[in-house]
């Protein structure tokens, strides 16, 4: 992520610190959110046309119990911080992700590990597989996952949900979109890789040496013009029986226990 000059160290952590915030909406996420201590739950905003009663009692009980401020707003004023009027029920949370940091921070990842493998995202619009890629990440145990914030489903409750809360301890790093990223990986020295069902190469004969990203393409078009331009080499998982492709959290999956 660029910087400007004139930055100053106290104002980039503050914007670090902002960047590693969530918010979270609906009814049952939030609650679910609250009963979960680990969670490091900041602020809950609960709009004024809420009827007391049932869930919304639990969220103001529990609030108050972990002594966490309730902010209360009109129905647009709520709806302009969950960013989803439709869904958001009248309800929102903000949390902060300490697993959440920008790109440019991967270095002290590849400092700490020089082989570091990362998983790249790629247009992964659908939040259910971007979820699962993220659980996948952290089972594996690999450095870590990138998401681009345009092109990529955002960090959601369905992604939540679909992580089985993976995603609180998953390392993940943002950028703004695939060209920055693949320019911080590339002024970083970690090498691109692209997974493609079209390769020349297969992923199980390969010895990468030094730090790696590897490319996850959109669910039916595959890696972008970016991240083939930008790659070293594209890679093949061999399959049997005929099969031709893969969905691309199970593909994540595969990739992240072979590079670990």
């Known amino acids: 992520m660029s910087k400007s000059s004139t930055d100053s ?6 914007k670090r610190e902002m960047g590693r915030m969530l918010t979270i909406y609906g009814r049952k996420p939030v609650l679910e959110a609250l009963q979960d201590k680990q969670l490091d739950i900041r602020r809950v905003h609960l709009a004024d046309s809420n009827r007391q009663g049932g869930i919304i009692d639990s969220i103001i009980e529990l609030s108050t119990r972990r002594d966490i401020p309730i902010a ?10 969950s960013r989803n009027a439709k869904q958001d029920q009248g309800v929102a949370a903000d949390l902060a992700l300490p697993s959440l940091q920008w790109l440019d921070e991967i270095d002290k990842a590849k400092a700490t590990a020089p082989n570091a493998r990362f998983l ?5 619009s659908n939040p259910q597989n971007l979820g699962m890629i993220i659980r996948s990440v952290a089972a594996a145990g690999i450095s870590g996952l990138i998401v681009p914030q345009q092109g990529n489903a955002s960090i959601s409750p369905l992604v939540i949900k679909a992580s089985a809360g993976a995603v609180f301890r998953c390392p993940l790093y ?38 790696a990203a590897f490319v996850l393409g959109n669910e039916t078009e595959g890696p972008g013009a970016v991240a083939k331009k930008a790659s070293s080499a594209s890679f093949f998982i061999p399959m049997a029986n005929g099969v031709e492709s893969l969905n691309v959290a199970v593909t994540a999956a595969l990739v992240a226990f072979m590079l670990r």
């Open 72 to 81: 209360r707003h009109e129905r647009k004023a709520l709806s302009r911080i």
């Open 120 to 124: 790249l995202c790629d247009g992964i």
């Open 9 to 14: 160290p106290a104002y980039l952590d503050r």
């Open 174 to 211: 943002i950028s703004p979109d695939i060209d920055s990223a693949v320019s911080c990986l590339h002024e970083l020295g970690i090498a691109l890789y692209t997974l493609s069902a079209d390769a020349g190469l297969s992923i199980k004969k390969q010895q990468i040496n030094g730090a």
